[in-house]
């Protein structure tokens, strides 16, 4: 397994949030699909294996939402890293058929890609409890980097309900 497994984003300068967004108020809908677009990476530092986005306009918070929802969905057995497994599960893109594909047996998680070109992407393995902490690290240190480019997001009570869900580990 990676001994450094990074997640991490790019914001579009192409797809800028509309001008008169209030953070404060704006509903789980939007925050999830609709603003902080760009691009994502999940990487094996230790193997040099990238799965990166390269579109612009992937909805950079869902990402880390739905990443959490993941990691949380491939703990369900109650045997957790005992279970043989396999558990499955995927994050699919909106507007796309793309999907990031996660794989649990025992307490690894073999995550892939099937969009096109895909097939010349590593497979990344991680300990399933990196993946749920660096998923969680990842969505905290997105939400602060946010935060503090989009006055009001951290007054947000969609975003406190996101936090309180999902804490750091």
């Known amino acids: 397994m990676p001994a450094v497994f990074d997640i991490g984003y790019s914001l579009s300068p192409r797809f800028p949030d509309p001008p008169q967004t209030d ?16 691009d994502v990476y999940l990487a094996d530092t230790e193997a040099d294996g990238e799965l990166a986005t390269r579109r612009g306009w992937l909805p950079v918070l869902d990402f880390a939402w739905a990443l959490c929802d993941v990691a949380e969905a491939l703990d369900a057995d109650p ?10 599960a995927e994050l699919d893109f909106t507007e796309t058929t793309d999907r990031v594909l996660f794989v649990r047996r025992f307490g690894s ?25 660096e998923a969680r690290d990842f969505l905290h240190d997105l939400l602060a980097d946010l935060g503090e480019t989009h006055e009001g997001l951290g007054d947000n009570p969609a975003i406190w309900g996101l936090e309180a869900r999902f804490p750091r580990v």
């Open 109 to 133: 998680v073999d995550v892939t890609a099937d969009w096109p070109g895909a097939e010349r992407l590593p497979t990344l393995t991680v300990g399933h409890a990196v993946l749920r902490r």
């Open 79 to 88: 045997l957790g890293g005992r279970s043989p497994g396999p558990h499955r």
């Open 23 to 38: 953070y404060r108020t704006v509903d789980v809908r939007t925050l999830r699909h609709d603003l902080f677009c760009g």
